[in-house]
């Protein structure tokens, strides 16, 4: 084929979807379109490669048409453990949660390849270069045989595919089973695409932060700055609550530290837009000992101090995240203490200083320390350590009363006390995700962010070769944006409790991991 490769990606979850397009700058490869259980509907002639998700069970409503000159080739994407006997070397079906960048690249460049070598047969029924039966051809000849019609051997070939995956088949039709075809090694090239080994949904981190200056059990909670002019230069801010507030940048690297007495800055959490001294910034809240507020320079990254006074609190060791109404505008923090006391502060320009008044509080039950608000529909999320995830009205006016679990430890749930930090991934509309640090099992539950907050799956970040895993983690975060070549689909950080080779060890950290490799199941956005 001439010139670049043309790919379709069709995938329910946006997120992994930016992350396969990013790992596509490659000259070889140009991405045509992208979809969502195909709407809309790929223009195959106009696509050399058509990567979608098996695990989609959304009908398709629409097949494969015959092609005269060259075939549409076809690569499936399925969960880990959806197949059971299927051949692991065909890259032309791919494990997500063991998909890299590099192996996706390999994969579409055997694939392009072996499209090229059977160009010449493309759409000669019963041939590799006939990827589809149109339908008038079935309905002109509806009796042909198993050997003679694509279609047949497809449906020949599922007899070494997993019993799920029959049933799928079931469903979805003459698209779905030729794409089944290719599991079974019916078509196809056999490139295996290299990743992480195992279905458990382990994943590594691309890089960790500078250790905290600190020793013991220092590095706490994080929070991220997008910098709209130049993404790739925005800011991560991470706690020392035994003596500091540093900022980091997508390297990893120190950019500044603002030091403090033990407990004074716990967790941390950002919001932008606040109005302040006649002009619109991005605040930086944290609450330990006392809450403290700081604007971000955009210029130099430098965090500024613009508390107006001084916000003692009653424990060192809080929650504290914040909260812009979209019902008044107006901008709030909660923080949660050991007492599983929960207040609601209001944050207001006084001076150009940040001032704050107590709004609403009210009894948790026992200890908590994560929380994280959701600015779009207006619901808080509460990890109380020992029993699991509330979520509350953030509203002021709200009764605390009227709150619904999200998830519990032990008794069904999916939790392991302590339940430490919570993350949300907001997208458009109701879409995205809610994170969870499941500490007591050194794993991060995930769950639908509308309304039923489904449980969606666990993940670990475990040791790779550029830093070891996460482990006890206390605070998370995580962002849905492009944030430059190195996370293109954005990023999910942990603190990491046992800091340990490779990379730095001793001092704790925080560890940077590809929010595509956090969100890469492919039942995610369903």
């Known amino acids: 084929m001439d010139g670049a490769s043309r790919?379709?990606?069709?995938?329910?979850?946006?997120?992994?979807?930016?992350?396969?397009?990013?790992?596509?700058?490659?000259?070889?490869?140009v991405v045509v379109g992208e979809s969502a259980g195909f709407v809309p509907t790929p223009a195959l002639e106009d696509i050399d490669v058509l990567v979608f998700d098996l695990g989609d069970e959304r009908s398709l409503g629409w097949t494969l048409p015959r092609r005269q000159r060259r075939s549409t080739r076809l690569v499936g994407l399925v969960p880990g453990g959806d197949i059971e006997t299927a051949e692991r070397s065909q890259c032309t079906i791919l494990v997500r949660s063991e998909l890299t960048p590099e192996g996706f690249r390999d994969c579409l460049a055997s694939v392009v390849a072996g499209a090229s070598a059977t160009a010449g047969s493309a759409g000669r029924s019963g041939s590799p270069g006939g990827w589809g039966v149109s339908p008038r051809q079935r309905r002109r000849e509806p009796h042909r045989s198993a050997d003679s019609s694509p279609v047949g051997s497809v449906q020949a070939a599922l007899a070494?595919?997993?019993?799920?995956?029959?049933q799928m088949a079931k469903r979805k039709g003459a698209l779905f089973l030729v794409v089944a075809a290719l599991a079974a090694g019916a078509y196809g090239p056999t490139n295996r695409a290299e990743g992480l080994s195992g279905s458990t949904a382990p994943v590594t981190p691309h890089t960790e932060t500078t250790p905290v200056e600190s020793a013991g059990d220092a590095a706490d909670d994080v929070a991220v700055w997008v910098n709209q002019a130049d993404p790739a230069a925005s800011l991560v801010i991470g706690t020392d609550k035994r003596g500091g507030l540093e900022s980091y940048d997508l390297e990893g690297r120190r950019i500044q530290r603002l030091p403090g007495s033990a407990g004074t800055f716990n967790n941390v959490d950002v919001r932008s837009g606040f109005p302040l001294g006649g002009q619109t910034v991005t605040l930086v809240g944290t609450a330990g000992r006392e809450m403290s507020f700081f604007r971000i320079e955009p210029g130099t990254r430098q965090l500024r101090d613009v508390g107006a006074r001084d916000f003692p609190?009653?424990?060192?060791?809080?929650?504290?995240?914040?909260?812009?109404s979209a019902v008044s505008g107006r901008f709030y923090a909660f923080i949660t203490e050991p007492d599983g006391d929960v207040t609601q502060y209001e944050l207001f320009d006084q001076g150009g200083r940040v001032d704050a008044r107590v709004v609403r509080e009210w009894p948790l039950g026992r200890s908590a320390e994560g929380c994280v608000a959701d600015d779009a529909t207006g619901r808080l999320f509460v990890s109380e350590e020992k029993a699991g995830i509330w979520r509350f009205n953030a509203e002021p006016d709200a009764s605390p009363v009227d709150r619904a679990q999200v998830d519990r430890v032990g008794g069904g749930g999916h939790l392991?006390?302590?339940?430490?930090?919570?993350?949300?991934?907001?997208?458009?509309?109701?879409d995205g995700f809610l994170i969870a640090s499941s500490q007591g099992d050194n794993s991060f539950a995930i769950y639908r962010r509308g309304q039923d907050h489904a449980w969606l799956g666990q993940r670990e970040v475990v040791d790779g070769s550029a830093a070891d895993g996460c482990s006890a983690t206390d605070g998370i975060e995580a962002v849905a944006a492009d944030l430059g070549p190195d996370f293109p689909a954005g990023i999910f950080i942990c603190q990491d409790g046992d800091n340990t080779a490779p990379g730095s060890a001793g001092r704790q950290n925080f560890k940077y991991i590809r929010l595509d490799r956090i969100l890469d199941a492919s039942n995610f956005s369903k």
């Open 7 to 29: 790919i379709w990606l069709d995938d329910p979850n946006p997120i992994f979807r930016m992350g396969l397009a990013a790992s596509l700058r490659d000259p070889r490869f």
């Open 160 to 166: 070494g595919v997993g019993g799920r995956l029959r």
């Open 313 to 324: 609190n009653k424990y060192s060791e809080v929650g504290y995240c914040m909260y812009r």
């Open 416 to 430: 392991v006390a302590d339940v430490e930090g919570l993350a949300l991934v907001a997208q458009p509309g109701p």
